[in-house]
């Protein structure tokens, strides 16, 4: 079947296309050339007036996993308030803030996503990863796998162990967890909690292991740049949330040198400790390290008022943070010689001063940063607001009257404390469409995603234009999946199964032996109980894999 | 004959997946690692590989196509059990939608206990990994735990080595409430649990005054449920004496009403533990024959634990309402669906209501159902995945024979597909 989708303005910077008016054809589940010669348009839609993207990827969201189902379960009076009926096509389900999967595929699908990626795969959990991923329709998906916390790791630090075969347990855990990327959180800190440290600053060692964080970052950054995996290092920092831990975060980028490195949710990282509350932005000494350091990339963590909850690896910063739930319960785990976690109800409040704060921050940030391909639209969903606020976030970057409005009602101490009214910036739709869709692309290594060129799978979002961006990024007129219509007027009217995108870097296979022998001295499964095998996401007929191609490869 | 190495068994909660299996045809033999929780369950032979209605043998398709026309007429229909691997779940919750249906974990009374605590106030929980690398001291709360999972002392206390103790052997075991039923709670070097019996129903008493001791609130009773308040000292010093304490429960096993605040209290006693200037853990007991499978497939699903209901056209969760047994006999239901993959013992509730069986193959009823459809079991006929009793590892589940029969999915969508 040949689609044509006639006259809308293209916003395609993959291509360099900044809103001409361009028909697109799709055969096959992807974008082609306008066939020559004599040809049938099966299908046509006229989208004059309308604006063209492609598919949305959030390249940080955190939908598949264990601290997400903890989530969940720690909130029913949050899904109460939101339930999802089930319809003809559709599963029934829960919402708000964080959502059942079936509905995590329905309303990123109809806000024009069709791509997430969980940046937080613990490699014990990622078999929970992929199956709650495998139960989430319409979307691609994929994981970073987490490391810097395990104990395999800090013991070949210990012992010095070369770089070759860091790169090698890099390389296998990739493949063992199925994913595309590798993540660090709070480097080393996870492990320290469990040896009753509380905190662990930058060049701070563990008391076990006498590892720094720095020393993980680098040996990790290296490990993913060496192997040729396209997505820099994805580090969430040491500190979260802590006064001051700008300066942690200038040094992380310091530190690294040169590496290419990605820093996650950087609003949570960029706090000064000055002004009467001893709380201050950092936002324009992070957003002048980020534009001259060409390494590093940043997604925002931006967060916007309500109720939500926190999911995180960092169990050491989310223990400290528990005195902050609302509602009040939390959870932490200490997880398997691995990882852990920390589940913490949130509510942040306009009228609250750290809040308020935290919300100009953010925004600060984005509007900071010159290089729209080296910054990423989140909220760290669920941590800073749901995903479903992005229409909202997406309007404060674009609409300045809209966010100085916003502005005057925030907290006072928090207004002064921001430069937010004087900065003049408004997002375009084009660099909109490069944090959301070519970046993010770009940034993870996808091939065949992320642009509207010919041999790029069509997935493809169709706007209204509207003044209102809030209006008109919530409601797209079509979305299309692999070719196939899913979405039409913001409602899903189809749905379909994504694939799930990874790597597969290779390693020496003789280090199998020992993790072996650590599995079995130290572990609770057998080594060959641990690896996922391709059958567990392709067996139920619905999941797919789908392997890019490494930094060197010979296409 | 062929003999399966490393084989995860689903039976027994805690994970083991060393186990040797000789498979001759259809029979099964554990060689090694078996224990009384698990030979048993893998060996259970094969009976019935005809599904039956009415007590007589059809066709698959004929059961099918019954069951889908029972189904098709009712207002509330209840499926219990919910005892199989995560694509079983799958399957099983697509029906309830389809149906309306009201979903309840056969387990759910005992591990509500859990869900209560963890939804009103959290905890602070750890995994087996660092139980087995970690903990210096073990206190094991109102259940006996090598009753509950024959290995437990053996694959994750008493093992030989592990990475931050020079001598797991050192290692501090100590019961409150229940005694040990064996002495794999004893230590390598002869070092027997210290035990502390009491009631069931003093548990909430006890655990209360250690609490207390814990934050070092002052007690003015000598004894509580037949504990020396001295002895109960001695415990809380040691727990926060200890590096890296572990508390562990059995939300079933607290079997009294209220039990839910036990659990909580315990659970608020770990986290005031780490706001001592050292760590200690909860350890929650649980994962056998699915139970946690049904709350995580159901949870990422639906958003709630595994007692819901589909009658309004979305999820809604009642720990209590929800409740099959009750639902059946206050006449609130009309037909029943069973799903137990696992365990041939356990058997459907008796209802005069259509009763529709999808069970492993050995079941025999004291009432025949209307439906009856032998299934295989998970990690033994077919491929799948089972949560571990930690609820953060879900361990994969071998093909052990060919048997012919068809998995719990396999069947629950040809019944969601037929309606």
């Known amino acids: 079947m040949l689609i044509k989708l006639t006259g809308g303005a293209v916003y395609d910077p993959a291509s360099g296309i900044d809103g001409a008016k361009q028909d697109i054809y799709i055969q096959d589940g992807r974008i082609v050339d306008k066939p020559t010669g004599d040809f049938q348009v099966d299908k046509e839609y006229d989208l004059k007036g309308k604006v063209v993207m492609s598919g949305a990827i959030d390249m940080h969201t955190h939908i598949g996993g264990g601290k997400g189902n903890i989530a969940r379960t720690l909130l029913p009076e949050d899904h109460r308030a939101d339930p999802v009926a089930r319809t003809d096509i559709t599963r029934s389900g829960c919402g708000h803030a964080m959502p059942s999967t079936f509905v995590t595929g329905y309303r990123y699908a109809e806000m024009g996503y069709t791509a997430g990626f969980e940046p937080a795969v613990l490699p014990i959990n990622a078999r929970q990863a992929h199956m709650e991923m495998a139960d989430i329709p319409i979307l691609d998906k994929g994981g970073y796998v987490l490391l810097g916390s395990d104990d395999y790791l800090l013991r070949m630090l210990t012992a010095k162990k070369d770089q070759k075969a860091i790169n090698d347990y890099v390389a296998f855990t990739m493949q063992a967890a199925k994913a595309i990327g590798v993540k660090v959180v709070n480097p080393g800190g996870i492990n320290a909690f469990k040896f009753n440290q509380r905190k662990l600053d930058l060049d701070e060692q563990n008391s076990h292991y006498g590892v720094t964080p720095r020393e993980i970052l680098k040996s990790l950054a290296t490990a993913v740049k060496e192997l040729g995996v396209t997505h820099p290092l994805h580090v969430h920092g040491c500190n979260l949330g802590v006064p001051g831990n700008m300066n942690t975060t200038l040094d992380t980028i310091q530190g690294i040198g040169g590496l290419p490195m990605h820093l996650t949710h950087i609003q949570f990282h960029s706090y000064g400790t000055e002004g009467d509350f001893k709380f201050s932005s950092g936002a324009a000494q992070i957003a002048e390290a980020v534009n001259k350091n060409k390494n590093i990339t940043i997604d925002v963590g931006q967060i916007l008022f309500g109720q939500t909850v926190t999911a995180s690896g960092d169990n050491m910063r989310q223990h400290a943070n528990h005195k902050h739930a609302s509602p009040n319960k939390w959870v932490t785990m200490d997880i398997e010689c691995d990882a852990g976690c920390g589940v913490v109800p949130f509510k942040y409040k306009d009228k609250n001063f750290v809040n308020a704060l935290q919300w100009a921050i953010g925004l600060e940030t984005f509007l900071l940063v010159d290089d729209p391909w080296r910054i990423f639209l989140t909220t760290d969903h669920p941590n800073g607001a749901p995903f479903t606020s992005y229409p909202h976030l997406i309007r404060l970057l674009m609409d300045r009257s809209f966010r100085n409005d916003v502005l005057s009602t925030i907290h006072p101490e928090a207004q002064k404390m921001t430069t937010l009214a004087s900065i003049e910036r408004e997002y375009s739709l084009q660099e909109i469409a490069i944090m959301t869709r070519a970046g993010a692309a770009r940034l993870i290594g996808l091939q065949d995603r992320g642009g509207l060129s010919a041999g790029n799978w069509a997935d493809i979002t169709v706007y209204t234009d509207n003044a209102d961006r809030q209006l008109m990024f919530e409601k797209p007129d079509y979305v299309f999946k692999d070719g196939e219509l899913v979405v039409v007027d913001g409602k899903v009217v189809h749905t379909k199964w994504g694939t799930t995108h990874v790597v597969k870097p290779d390693f020496d296979a003789s280090l199998e032996k020992d993790l072996q022998k650590y599995f079995d001295r130290f572990l609770t499964m057998k080594l060959g109980n641990f690896k996922i095998s391709d059958d567990e996401i392709t067996e139920d007929g619905r999941g797919s894999l789908t392997v890019h191609p490494l930094k060197g490869d010979v296409a | ?419």
């Open chain 2, 1 to 419: 004959m062929a003999e399966i190495t490393e084989v995860p068994s689903p039976f027994c909660g805690i994970g083991t997946d060393d186990l040797i299996i000789q498979v001759d045809g259809v029979s099964l033999k554990v060689a090694e690692n078996g224990c009384a929780v698990n030979s048993p369950a893998f060996e259970q032979a094969i009976t019935d590989t005809r599904p039956r209605v009415d007590g007589k043998d059809v066709s698959l398709e004929a059961a099918v196509a019954k069951a889908a026309a029972l189904l098709k007429n009712t207002n509330q229909p209840v499926i219990g059990g919910c005892a199989t691997d995560v694509n079983g779940m799958r399957a099983l919750l697509a029906l309830a939608d389809r149906s309306g249906a009201v979903v309840d974990n056969m387990n759910f009374t005992g591990a509500r206990n859990n869900f209560l605590a963890l939804q009103d106030s959290g905890w602070m929980n750890t995994t087996l990994a660092e139980v087995k690398n970690r903990c210096d001291l073990l206190l094991v709360v109102g259940v006996d735990l090598e009753g509950f999972s024959p290995r437990f002392f053996e694959r994750y206390l008493w093992n030989k080595e592990s990475m931050f103790m020079d001598d797991t052997a050192k290692r501090e075991v100590i019961y409150l409430g229940k005694a040990p039923s064996g002495t794999a709670s004893t230590s390598p070097d002869g070092q027997t649990a210290l035990v502390f019996e009491c009631a069931n129903e003093d548990l909430p008493d006890v655990v209360a005054v250690l609490r207390a001791l814990v934050k070092g609130n002052p007690i003015r009773v000598d004894s509580v449920g037949g504990i020396a308040v001295a002895d109960l000292q001695a415990i809380a010093d040691k727990l926060k004496a200890a590096s890296y304490s572990v508390v562990t429960w059995a939300a079933g096993a607290l079997a009294y009403s209220q039990a839910e605040l036990t659990v909580q209290t315990l659970s608020e006693m770990v986290k005031e533990i780490n706001d001592r200037n050292t760590r200690s853990s909860g350890l929650p007991l649980g994962g056998k024959e699915g139970d946690q499978t049904a709350n995580q497939v159901c949870g990422w699903t639906t958003g709630y634990p595994a007692r819901t209901r589909f009658s309004s056209g979305f999820p809604e969760y009642d720990p209590y309402l929800n409740d099959a047994n009750f639902l059946l006999s206050n006449g609130e239901a009309d037909a029943l669906v069973w799903v137990q993959a696992f365990n041939v013992k356990a058997v459907p509730p008796v209802t005069a209501l259509p009763t529709i069986v999808v069970g492993r193959s050995g079941m025999t009823f004291a009432k025949e159902p209307d439906v009856f459809i032998p299934v295989g079991t998970p990690g033994i006929d077919h491929v799948g995945h089972a949560y571990r009793m930690d609820n953060v590892v879900a361990i994969r589940l071998k093909k052990l024979r060919e048997s012919g029969l068809p998995s719990t999915s396999d069947v629950l969508n040809a019944i969601e597909q037929a309606l």
